[in-house]
């Protein structure tokens, strides 16, 4: 299931008039949807083939900032134009808005229509064809976590996002009678993604007083980016229509359990053979599958920052949490960086446990490939695994304990810069550069409380 609608499709609904709205979207650096709210005649008239976009979109931050010190545009270059050019198999309806579709854009040079290298769907475009001229697809799927609160987006706000009371009372992990009490959020979320050709998987509580998950069932790599991009939104988008608030933070509160967005992943053939999967093994783990893990243990740091992009995302790294600190793996043992799930089966995946709900996926899922892909060139060997609570294994690696570090690991990454170009590390590591640099300016009411009179 690509999407829910062809362009036929969609040209019939407009002339019936049940469509009446197109918005067209790329996906930013923070795997946010941007773009235009279009009256359907107008785009299926002109605007399907191509529009455009202020090129700052893919330059700035959250706060839509015009950070300095990109090389692919500046107050300088005078912030020009990309292209975006609606990719016509993601139209889809989105039934929690009257009368609107969405279709999803790829970015393109103004000048010379060719992917903008940065842009996300092309970094994970780029890796998806690497992995097919090995003869492989990546079939892959991201776990969402986020918070539900009782109050909505604007009273959050105006209170100084100080009034943050989580939906429900008490730890919800796989409890039937909290999550009936949030029936009235998720399951209209549930059933709207689905309608909308998102095979969502199920919902479920968290370990956490309102934390939720949705899983959406795994899809080729690119298609499970979309997924996870237009479910996010969409759970933003439900959520205040009914009046509360979410968040997506890794870690809102210091005593709370962070929120993760793990990476389950398989190889697969181009005729769909599960190319993970080998029936002597004793896991059913193939010797492609070891090397590819092994590229994914050897590379996390290199690529930590594509699954932790913030300041916040790093303080979810605490042990005893569920949130792994450690690049090694295990089997089904949720202490670990990776856990091998499905062993001995066709099923047989990697969960990769060190993103934050923060990730964007394109970047995520394009870093992991790239990582494996090395693996598979250098037929990395896979270590033996790890038992136990990893989170005392003192001598197993560690990822990078800071967005600093992360930034400058990201930034030495050899391995990264074949992958991706030079150019794109460069300006990722800038975009860590510029949180970093944001959040070292700012007083926190941390400081204030701990300093201000005994200091
Ligand atoms: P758990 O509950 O142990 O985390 P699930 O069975 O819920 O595991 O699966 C987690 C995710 O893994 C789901 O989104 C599912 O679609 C995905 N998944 C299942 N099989 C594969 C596979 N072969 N490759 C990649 N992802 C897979």
Redesign the pocket.
């Given at each position: 299931m690509a999407a829910n609608m062809t362009f036929d499709a969609l040209k019939q609904a407009v002339q019936e008039g049940t469509v009446d709205t197109v918005l067209a979207c790329i996906i930013d650096m923070q795997g946010r949807l941007m773009g235009k709210r279009f009256h359907a005649r107008h785009f299926i008239d002109s605007a399907y083939d191509e529009t455009h976009c202020c090129n700052y979109l893919l330059a700035t931050d959250l706060e839509m900032y015009t950070v300095e010190g990109y090389a692919s545009t500046s107050w300088s270059r005078g912030y020009g134009d990309y292209v975006m050019k609606p990719d016509l198999s993601t139209i889809r309806r989105l039934g929690w808005l009257e009368g609107t579709v969405m279709v999803l854009c790829d970015v393109q040079d103004h000048h010379t229509h060719a992917d903008v290298p940065h842009s996300p769907r092309a970094l994970l475009k780029g890796q998806v064809a690497r992995l097919k001229d090995m003869g492989f697809q990546a079939?892959?799927?991201t776990?969402l976590e986020f918070f539900l609160f009782e109050k909505s987006f604007d009273e959050i706000r105006k209170s100084g996002f100080r009034d943050l009371e989580p939906i429900s009372a008490y730890n919800e992990d796989y409890h039937i009678l909290a999550t009936t009490k949030e029936e009235h959020v998720m399951r209209p979320l549930r059933n709207h993604l689905y309608a909308a050709g998102i095979p969502v998987?199920n919902t479920k509580g968290e370990a956490e007083a309102g934390q939720e998950e949705l899983?959406?069932?795994?899809a080729p790599a690119m298609l499970c980016a979309d997924y996870h991009t237009i479910a996010k939104h969409a759970v933003k988008e439900i959520a205040w229509q009914k009046g509360h608030g979410v968040t997506f933070l890794p870690k809102w509160h210091k005593d709370r359990t962070g929120s993760s967005a793990?990476i389950?992943?398989?190889l697969w053939t181009l005729d769909g053979k599960?190319a993970f999967f080998d029936a002597s093994d004793s896991l059913g783990m193939s010797a492609l599958m070891k090397h590819y893990m092994a590229g994914l243990i050897k590379y996390a740091g290199d690529y930590t920052y594509f699954l932790a992009p913030y300041v916040n995302s790093y303080k979810r790294f605490q042990r005893g949490t569920f949130a792994p600190t450690r690049t090694v793996w295990s089997i089904d043992n949720r202490t670990a960086g990776f856990r091998l799930?499905?062993e001995g089966t066709k099923?047989?995946?990697v969960?990769c446990r060190i993103g934050g709900s923060d990730l964007n996926p394109y970047l995520a899922l394009a870093a992991q490939i790239a990582a494996g892909i090395r693996g598979i060139e250098e037929k990395l060997e896979l270590a033996p695994p790890m038992t136990g609570d990893i989170y005392q294994a003192q001598k197993a690696k560690q990822i990078p304990r800071t967005l600093r570090d992360a930034t400058e690991t990201l930034r030495k990454s050899k391995m990264l810069r074949e992958a991706f170009g030079d150019g794109v590390v460069e300006h990722y590591a800038r975009a860590g550069e510029w949180e970093q640099e944001e959040f070292d300016r700012v007083v926190t009411d941390y400081e204030l409380a701990r300093g201000f009179e005994r200091a």
């Open positions: 079939m892959m799927a776990e998987e899983n959406i069932r795994y793990h389950h992943q398989s599960p799930c499905g099923g047989v995946r969960e």
